[in-house]
């Protein structure tokens, strides 16, 4: 039992599946003696996939047993944030729970740490010739980030929104370690964002958050989510939460007036800028309109809001 990962010692821990374990070692056990009988296992090829076999075992090692634990040391996952990843995931602001934000905070810290991994393996390969040969697998680190997501803003900008969404989704699944990764969090709850994916595009504000650790950033992400939540989830509790947290924490922040005045009008529908600035001016604030930068279809398109 001491051999099977712990994760998978419970199918075997009862008779029947000790049973089930014990013959499976036999069967294991006679095949390899009669394939050194026969000759089998001396074939060019059949040593070739023994051989990767092995190799992949001590790439394994070396990641789980040496990597991991010299970059773990260096990750660092802000709580705070994660109270709202937690509450993102349970679609409610719900009362103090410790044990849903470690889990919360436990996740992001095992994201974290692979992709300070990846980065690690990917410095390590740039360096060698890299190349696959077995037809069914593809290389999916063969791509400049720079180059990549150069091509993926040329693609939404021509309104070619659904291959310019494949290409960050690559760039956040593969390169999550780059500055291009990073961005392609936001780039991609954007368009999420005008497809009508809201939950989507919420994920991946809230991992760029805090994965990115861009602290320049955090006051507008944090009203794009309230905006969100507010706007087209008709979620107030999560909307004002998010806006609450541009209003205490964002000092100097463009977005500040703007948080103030959706959560004081949280529920009621903003169809369009002239009504944002109608509303502006009968409580006697100026808001600016000039700086457009909203998702197409949102009611605000033209608000003062940098994504």
Excluded at 259 to 273: D, I, K
Aim: with cysteine.
């Amino acid at each position: 039992m001491s051999w099977l990962p712990e994760t998978q010692r419970g199918l075997y821990n009862n008779p029947n599946g000790q049973r089930d374990l014990a013959k499976w070692l036999l069967k294991w056990k006679l095949f390899t003696e009669d394939a050194k009988k026969c000759g089998f296992s001396d074939q060019p090829d059949v040593k070739a996939i023994v051989e990767s076999a092995w190799e992949a075992e001590v790439a394994i090692n070396y990641v789980n047993n040496y990597l991991v634990p010299k970059v773990s040391k260096d990750v660092r996952i802000d709580t705070a944030l994660c109270v709202y990843a937690m509450w993102d995931e349970r679609n409610a602001v719900t009362a103090k729970d410790t044990a849903g934000i470690n889990r919360s905070v436990s996740q992001f810290v095992k994201k974290q740490t692979y992709n300070k991994v990846d980065s690690i393996i990917y410095a390590m390969r740039k360096k060698h010739t890299v190349s696959y040969t077995a037809a069914e697998y593809k290389d999916e680190q063969d791509g400049t980030p720079a180059a990549m997501i150069v091509h993926a803003d040329s693609l939404r900008d021509t309104g070619n929104t659904a291959e310019a969404s494949s290409v960050y989704r690559q760039l956040v699944s593969f390169y999550p370690f780059t500055p291009e990764g990073v961005r392609s969090f936001t780039e991609l709850a954007k368009i999420q964002t005008e497809k009508g994916e809201y939950n989507e595009a919420v994920n991946n504000y809230r991992s760029f958050l805090i994965l990115g650790n861009d602290k320049s950033k955090l006051c507008n992400t944090f009203f794009m989510i309230g905006f969100i939540y507010d706007e087209y989830l008709n979620k107030p509790d999560l909307a004002e939460v998010n806006y609450k947290w541009v209003l205490k924490n964002g000092s100097g922040c463009e977005l500040s007036d703007d948080a103030e005045f959706m959560t004081l009008h949280l529920g009621e529908p903003m169809n369009s800028v002239e009504e944002l600035r109608a509303e502006a001016k009968r409580q006697g604030r100026k808001v600016d309109t000039s700086n457009v930068d909203m998702p197409m279809d949102s009611g605000v398109s033209k608000a003062k809001v940098k994504k």
